[in-house]
């Protein structure tokens, strides 16, 4: 959500991002068309359950007063893992991204929803038209799958797009070096640009 942020910023405060920005990392994110991102994504029948069920239940008291979606972590691996990680994760990217989701609030998970079935920043993207800027998605990335990043590429032809093979939804604890490195490969960039 920090890319949508960004094109969000670029998008209503295009000045501010020319006078401060250096430099952009869109990691696993997209740029718009995401309505299906409600069911998570889910087809046919079992995206329309998933919907029927979501509405009953995000508004239920149990889901709006929990300070957090669970104390047991491990209980969330079953649906955790195969929507936001890719194929063989280690153990410790499956650790952190369910000990993660298990701290946010239930109304915070639900409350994004909207926001991300709304969000259409294309042309935001122009603001990162004249930056480095480094585009980063897995190919098992079932929220914001490749043809996202490649969206975004095609706005911004200048942008490196890197592909991992095999990465889910969660690249920073999936591929931590490859993220890291395309990451300060992009500081080498916007540094050694603004120096020129």
Do not use: N, Y
Not at 161 to 166: D, N
């Amino acid at each position: 959500m920090g890319g949508m942020t960004a094109m969000a910023l670029a998008q209503r405060h295009p000045d501010l991002v020319a006078s401060r920005v250096a430099g952009v990392a869109l990691v696993a994110t997209a740029s718009g068309g995401l309505g299906a991102a409600a069911t998570l994504g889910m087809t046919g029948l079992p995206a329309k359950l998933f919907l029927a069920g979501k509405d009953k239940v995000t508004v239920s008291p149990l889901w709006t007063e929990r300070r957090s979606l669970s104390t047991h972590p491990t209980l969330l691996r079953a649906g955790l893992q195969p929507l936001l990680l890719g194929t063989r994760p280690d153990r410790l990217a499956v650790r952190a991204t369910c000990e993660a989701i298990a701290d946010c609030r239930p109304t915070t998970i639900s409350g994004f929803t909207p926001t991300l079935t709304t969000h259409e920043r294309d042309e935001a993207l122009a603001a990162f038209s004249s930056l480095p800027v480094e585009i980063l998605v897995g190919t098992r990335d079932r929220l914001t799958p490749p043809r996202f990043a490649r969206r975004i590429h095609r706005s911004l032809p200048r942008a490196e797009l890197t592909v991992f093979p095999g990465a889910g939804h969660m690249l920073p604890v999936e591929r931590v070096g490859g993220v890291t490195g395309r990451i300060a490969a992009l500081v080498r960039r916007a540094t050694a640009e603004q120096v020129a």
